[in-house]
């Protein structure tokens, strides 16, 4: 790794004994730089990595004084080695074990004892992601169809009393209803203060911390030094509880901003998204990366806005005859298939997104005519232009990502990862025309969201050699994407 200014600082930082927040722009080398930082110090450390995968790198690039680990691996040696120990049971089983035998109407829809009980088991997950220390109304997530927020607060009601009784059982799971699992011993663990025997501790993908170990990491502050790393922009798992905790960390903050992995005509397109991101960084290309923009007949990664783009591309791959992968699996795609299959016959699903609807007449009514359902509605074109089954025998064909010849993912799940070629989808579409014109009397655009910005710089930047804008060349035209620099 060469020894960049940079670099040179955060060392310098890391020495001083500094509480430290480093802003680490897509492929400027972040856990590399951690572990150059490790191996100039004899103290022990501690790295805290976001994921299994990311934990057994790092210890071979990691010195032996410092212990590279998940924070649910941290739990489960402190607590959860107790518990796991559980059986499987269906929701609908624990829910009658915590008291719901019957169903019961919300404005105008019905909620089974099903759907209750699986409300019931997703508030506990969403408690156990946050720092509160007890269960509220906040944590009960928003069902379709029940988007108002009285009508939210009606259903909160219901079923809180419910998540206390679950909670309070899982402190005891020999003899409790709901089945302990990996995020309970989490919880658990977090609300017993643990202190984490260390001199120093480094947090990995900071953006994507959820508040639970966001805690925990703060709270060591009065024994050890805190070094966290990541990229403030990249924070789009903020939906499922992920909270970025860089910007207001209380310590030295500092960036690396040069990144390796592609040159300067790249970093140009990603310092346009950083920029409508309002993002501390801009990045700076290696101009011995000759990356290029363009089109692109074969790219080796596909890149879309949903997950129903991503299917509808995976379709248009295997009619065209390639051996197609897709990145974490079909699991996801499969069941949305298998819930829209379940509504045209008739029957009720449990999926959680369309729990409430009784038919897919009434699905489709929803996501044409509800503002709060119109994200379904690439869903229900897609259903209903190709038909259930052939999306379940397109996903039957699918082919593991090491033997396709094009991999093909939604932004989301393409975060951290890269590839020689990559093609953005067509449906990452502009935002809508506002009611003003500009002096040429064409509609101004609309201004784009932060976190859209923020998952087409994911996008752009997972490129090594060559970009297709395709489905984001419209920024090239949008008065924001035009900002001058800074």
Same mark, same amino acid.
Request: hydrophobic residues 40%.
């Given at each position: 790794m060469n020894p960049t200014d940079e670099r040179t600082a955060a060392a310098d930082a890391f020495h001083?004994?500094?509480?430290?927040?480093?802003?680490?722009?897509?492929?400027?080398?972040?856990?590399?730089?951690?572990?150059?930082?490790?191996?100039?110090?004899?103290?022990?450390?501690?790295?805290?990595?976001y994921n299994r995968a990311i934990a057994q790198d790092a210890r071979t690039r990691f010195p032996d004084t410092v212990q590279c680990k998940t924070a649910h691996a941290l739990a489960y040696a402190a607590v959860g080695h107790r518990?796991?120990?559980?059986p499987r049971r269906p929701a609908w089983q624990t829910g009658q074990a915590l008291g719901i035998i019957k169903p019961i109407r919300i404005g105008e829809r019905d909620l089974s004892q099903k759907t209750l009980s699986n409300a019931t088991l997703r508030t506990v997950a969403g408690f156990c992601h946050t720092a509160d220390s007890a269960v509220s109304h906040h944590h009960v997530p @928003?069902?379709?169809? %029940?988007?108002?927020? +009285? $009508?939210?607060?009606?259903?909160?009601?219901?079923i809180v009393p419910f998540v206390e009784k679950a909670w309070a059982g899982l402190q005891h799971p020999d003899d409790g209803a709901?089945?302990?699992? @990996?995020?309970?011993? %989490?919880?658990?663990? +977090? $609300?017993?203060?643990?202190?984490?025997?260390?001199?120093?501790?480094?947090?990995?993908?900071?953006?994507?911390?959820?508040?639970?170990?966001?805690?925990?990491?703060?709270?060591?502050?009065g024994h050890a030094q805190l070094v966290m790393v990541g990229d403030s922009v990249q924070a789009i798992y903020q939906w499922r509880g992920a909270k970025e905790v860089m910007t207001g960390f209380e310590g030295t903050q500092l960036v690396l901003s040069q990144s390796f992995r592609f040159g300067p005509r790249l970093a140009q397109e990603a310092n346009r998204w950083l920029a409508i991101a309002e993002a501390p960084i801009r990045l700076t290309g290696t101009p011995a990366v000759p990356t290029e923009l363009g089109h692109l007949v074969r790219p080796d990664a596909v890149l879309c806005r949903t997950n129903v783009g991503a299917m509808v591309h995976v379709m248009?791959?295997?009619?065209?005859?390639?051996?197609?992968?897709?990145?974490?699996?079909?699991?996801?795609?499969r069941a949305l298939a298998l819930a829209a299959r379940d509504l045209k016959e008739g029957r009720r699903t449990s999926h959680p997104e369309l729990v409430l609807f009784p038919?897919?007449?009434?699905?489709?009514?929803?996501?044409?005519?509800?503002?709060?359902?119109?994200?379904?509605q690439p869903l229900v074109d897609l259903v209903d232009t190709h038909g259930t089954e052939a999306i379940l025998?397109?996903?039957?064909?699918?082919?593991?990502?090491?033997?396709?010849?094009?991999?093909?993912s939604t932004a989301h799940k393409a975060k951290g990862r890269e590839w020689p070629c990559v093609k953005i989808a067509d449906d990452f579409t502009p935002p809508k025309?506002?009611?003003?014109?500009?002096?040429?009397?064409?509609?101004?655009?609309g201004p784009i969201s932060d976190s859209e910005a923020r998952l087409a710089y994911v996008a752009v930047t997972r490129t090594r050699r060559r970009l297709d804008l395709g489905g984001l060349s419209w920024i090239h035209e949008h008065p924001d994407g035009n900002r001058p620099a800074r």
């Open positions: 001083a004994g500094h509480h430290l927040a480093l802003q680490a722009g897509a492929g400027t080398g972040k856990t590399t730089t951690l572990a150059l930082l490790a191996r100039t110090t004899t103290r022990r450390g501690r790295y805290v990595a518990y796991l120990n559980a @928003h069902l379709r169809g %029940l988007e108002d927020r +009285a $009508l939210h607060a009606q259903l909160a009601a219901h709901v089945r302990f699992d @990996h995020d309970h011993y %989490l919880k658990i663990w +977090a $609300l017993s203060q643990p202190k984490i025997d260390a001199d120093f501790l480094l947090l990995d993908e900071a953006q994507d911390t959820n508040p639970v170990v966001e805690q925990v990491f703060l709270d060591q502050r248009d791959l295997l009619a065209a005859g390639y051996r197609v992968g897709l990145a974490g699996g079909g699991d996801s795609l038919s897919w007449g009434e699905l489709q009514d929803y996501a044409a005519h509800d503002p709060a359902g119109r994200d379904l025998a397109a996903l039957a064909h699918l082919t593991p990502e090491q033997q396709a010849e094009v991999t093909v025309d506002t009611d003003q014109h500009d002096d040429s009397g064409r509609p101004v655009p």
